[in-house]
């Protein structure tokens, strides 16, 4: 039973968000989607790697934001449950003032973004939209209260795109989104390509489960959500590749995980 203070959350159901906190070492998650989450590394042992290389790849795309193109507002969209280095915590270590607003629609990613998700500054501002990505429109109404869309902004999809209900879909949410931010705005973007097998048979496992469908796509529809953009070098990579240390270039073979950090021109 719920009322409106405290949301029905389902653990009975595996769920996307909890089991990628289960794989990049996490501690929020339910017996339920620790047996999932076994269940598909069994069938794509790659899919710790991408969990984890996912989150090195956010901290790397907003530290080049906030530190070199001197952003100060983020709209990171589906953020999924908080975690290390949360997209505010990276800004605001590099820009104190940063302003970020997290929007997800899940009731477990609310509760623990209400207990986790503060500034780490007392010039910063850290808030979260209770919206579902499907409704870009009421996302960027929303925002607003926040942000100042008049200023240039980093404006975030982090791998959760493939749960838009259908290709098309997902070309207009982030297009609605982007077209409201101004000339000098960033879009960040990655998410999982149907190049491996593996990993679409494990997403293909997962919606049996009674989860959200998420949907594996070519790299060519992921590479086309940044046309019209100004790709950042190295452009469209693996997300193991961009601007990652030699070293770990070297060591991190790319993975069926692909996106880009682009300017609005």
Avoid at 193 to 211: F, P
């Amino acid at each position: 039973m719920s009322d409106d203070h405290t949301p029905l959350i389902r653990t009975d159901i595996p769920h996307s968000a909890r089991i990628w906190n289960y794989w990049m070492g996490g501690k929020d998650y339910y017996e339920i989607d620790r047996i999932a989450g076994d269940a598909g590394v069994e069938v794509d042992p790659d899919i710790t790697t991408m969990a984890v290389q996912s989150r090195q790849f956010l901290i790397r795309a907003v530290r080049y934001l906030a530190g070199e193109e001197g952003i100060r507002q983020f709209l990171d969209i589906g953020t999924g449950l908080p975690t290390m280095q949360n997209t505010h915590e990276v800004a605001q270590s590099v820009a104190p003032e940063s302003k970020v607003v997290y929007v997800d629609n899940d009731p477990l990613v609310l509760t623990m973004a209400r207990a986790l998700l503060t500034s780490t500054t007392s010039e910063g501002v850290t808030t979260y939209v209770d919206c579902d990505y499907h409704d870009p429109e009421q996302i960027i109404a929303d925002a607003r209260n926040v942000l100042n869309f008049n200023e240039p902004t980093g404006v975030m999809f982090m791998g959760v795109l493939g749960h838009a209900k259908s290709y098309d879909e997902l070309q207009r949410i982030v297009r609605t989104v982007v077209a409201a931010v101004p000339s000098g705005s960033f879009l960040v973007m990655w998410d999982g390509t149907d190049d491996s097998k593996e990993y679409v048979t494990l997403c293909e496992n997962y919606t049996g489960t009674g989860g959200a469908p998420y949907v594996p796509r070519p790299q060519a529809e992921i590479r086309a959500v940044f046309d019209g953009l100004e790709l950042v070098e190295p452009g469209f990579v693996s997300i193991t590749q961009w601007r990652a240390d030699a070293a770990e270039v070297g060591r991190i073979r790319p993975i069926s995980a692909y996106g880009a950090v682009a300017r609005k021109p």
